[in-house]
């Protein structure tokens, strides 16, 4: 049985249905009912009781970064004898900044991964494609998409190819003690996903790039104003260089990672 945390997401929703489809079994730990290919258990990652108690049976688990009393939730899967965790982190992790609030979080979490005593495995994924469903909003007023960072090209990853990784190295040998850093196939800047996003559409989409002031506006109204100003330095100081494409997926899935034209076709329903 596999733990997957985070599951009605988008990495951990895609786990759910790869999983699934390979014919693992697969219990979710979910806040709520849901409708969803597995079992469901019922809790809350800062609540280590709740999550030991979905734990009966369980040989790995897919953890999500930076929640309360993490050292509590991994002593208890340490103590219901999992042999394995994928830890979600991510790129942030790499800039190892202690000031900047996200890498903190994922550094922190991490580290207690690593100090289990559980085998492990930690993901480091570029901003994921899926991201682009923000643009959903304007999209169905217009074919104006106005986003901040014009000039950051990523490495963006498509949340199935998150998933799997993080499926194999659940299912198979050879992954413990891995950091993975996963990414797309192109560096893309906000621009090129918008034409490609108007490809998959059939419509003529036009890109205005967001001045510094409009970009810490919108990060401020989707999130507290510490992770905001995060993200400000990231992607408009430059603290945070997610460009380079990496043969992670190739490697450990045996085939290259999904493009974001793939990602677009699939996801063009959304934003109708
Ligand atoms: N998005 C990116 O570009 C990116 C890049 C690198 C790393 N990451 C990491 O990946 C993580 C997942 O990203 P995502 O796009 O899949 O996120 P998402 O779609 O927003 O999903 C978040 C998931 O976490 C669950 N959750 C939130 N708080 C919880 C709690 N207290 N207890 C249990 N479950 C809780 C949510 O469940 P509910 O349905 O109950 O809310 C949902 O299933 C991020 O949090 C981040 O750490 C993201």
Redesign the pocket.
């Known amino acids: 049985m596999i733990l997957v ?9 895609a786990l759910v249905r790869t999983l699934a489809g390979a014919g693992a079994e697969v219990r979710a ?4 009912q ?1 409708d969803l290919p597995a079992e469901l258990a019922i ?5 280590p009781e709740s999550v030991a108690g979905a734990l009966a049976g369980v040989r790995g688990v897919f953890l ?4 309360d009393r993490m050292a509590e939730t991994l002593a208890a899967i340490a103590r219901a004898g999992v042999q394995h965790v994928v830890l ?5 992790a790499e800039a190892a900044d202690l000031g900047n609030p996200v890498s903190k979080y ?1 550094v922190e979490s991490e580290a207690l991964v690593r100090e289990s005593g559980v085998p492990w495995t930690i993901l ?5 494609m ?2 682009t469903l923000r643009w959903a909003d304007q999209l169905r007023s217009g074919n104006v998409v106005r986003e901040a960072f014009p000039d950051v090209a990523v490495a963006t990853v498509d ?1 199935l190819d998150i998933a799997a990784v993080a499926a194999a190295s659940l299912l198979e040998k050879g992954h413990d003690g891995q950091v993975y850093g996963l990414t797309g196939p192109a560096a893309l800047r906000p621009a090129d996903r918008v034409r490609i996003l108007g490809e998959a559409l059939g419509r003529e989409l036009r890109f205005e790039g967001l001045s510094d002031d409009e970009a810490r506006a919108q990060l401020l109204a989707g999130m507290p104003e510490a992770y905001a100003e995060a993200f400000f330095g990231f992607f408009a100081r430059g603290e945070l260089d997610e460009s380079a494409v990496l043969p992670t997926v190739l490697q450990v899935t045996g085939r290259p990672p999904r493009t974001f034209e793939e990602w677009a076709a699939a996801n063009a329903k959304a934003f109708g």
Do not use: E
């Not at 730990?29 to 709520?32: A, E, G, P, T």
């Not at 979600?88 to 942030?92: E, G, M, P």
């Not at 480091?124 to 994921?128: D, N, V």
């Open positions: 945390t985070g599951a009605t997401g988008n990495a951990g929703g730990l979910v806040r709520r849901v809790g809350d990652l800062n609540d999500l970064s930076g929640y979600l982190s991510a790129s942030a994922h480091r994924p570029r901003t994921f899926s991201n949340p």
